[in-house]
């Protein structure tokens, strides 16, 4: 069973760094592109980026270039987001999800998402 | 401001059949498969149609999608109360801003 297992909320201050994970299992972790997903509070879907975690291949989206960082560790099938100063606006669920990437080009697996709330 | 454009909502009532529109541009549905997300409150989105009209195993055929140049449909029939969720469509946009594209999301009220 394919599965996408991030890890659980954080709350956080202005300023502070921040990694949050997502762990893949049931399938070939190296094969598929990972991508993440922002969901501001009673808001929409927005992509972040992607990477194929069989070479660390990264694109962002221009909205996000720059504010944050995203990687994976093959050897224990997880890929981060990270933040290095968070701000109060970072408050959202963001999503890890399997995309393919170069073929149907959906999302077929979401994690269950990671509330962060960033607040003084 | 979404790339892509939906309905803010639609409503119907059980047994019925509801429609949700997704509206792009040639950088974006027009020359990339379409995929349709539904998410339920408090959960994460799950695929309901991808490659504009294919359902993923479990996804039963009441749920149906099609595409015609830069626009995408999203059918729904035999309306549940448990079909009351949030619907997205998305898809690539080979633009500058390249990268996946989300609709802002239409709310379905199953009366």
């Known amino acids: 069973e394919v599965q996408l297992v991030q890890s659980g909320a954080e709350v956080k201050k202005p300023g502070e760094s921040l990694k949050i994970s997502c762990k893949g299992s049931g399938y070939s972790f190296t094969s598929y592109w990972i991508g993440w997903v922002r969901q501001m509070p009673g808001k929409g879907l927005e992509w972040m980026g992607i990477?194929?975690?069989?070479?660390?291949?990264?694109?962002?989206s221009p909205s996000f270039q720059g504010q944050v960082t995203i990687s994976a560790d093959k050897s224990i099938s997880t890929a981060y987001l990270q933040w290095s100063s968070l701000k109060a606006s970072d408050t959202a669920t963001y999503y890890c999800?399997?995309?393919?990437?170069f073929g149907s080009g959906s999302s077929d697996y979401w994690g269950q998402g990671t509330l962060v709330t960033v607040s003084s | 401001q979404s790339v892509l454009t939906q309905p803010p909502s639609v409503s119907a009532a059980p047994g019925q059949k509801v429609t949700i529109s997704c509206s792009g541009s040639?950088?974006?549905?027009?020359?990339?498969?379409v995929s349709w997300y539904q998410q339920l409150p408090g959960t994460a989105p799950k695929v309901l149609i991808y490659?504009?009209?294919k359902r993923p195993s479990g996804i039963p055929d009441r749920f149906s999608g099609s595409k015609s140049g830069t626009s995408a449909t999203l059918g729904i029939t035999g309306l549940q109360t448990g079909d009351e969720a949030d619907y997205y469509c998305?898809?690539?946009?080979?633009?500058?801003?390249?990268?996946?594209?989300f609709g802002g999301g239409t709310k379905l009220t199953v009366l």
């Open positions: 040639s950088s974006n549905i027009g020359n990339n498969y």
């Open positions: 998305g898809t690539w946009d080979s633009s500058l801003s390249a990268g996946q594209v």
């Open positions: 490659e504009n009209n």
């Open positions: 990477i194929y975690p069989g070479d660390s291949d990264t694109t962002y």
């Open positions: 999800a399997r995309t393919n990437y």
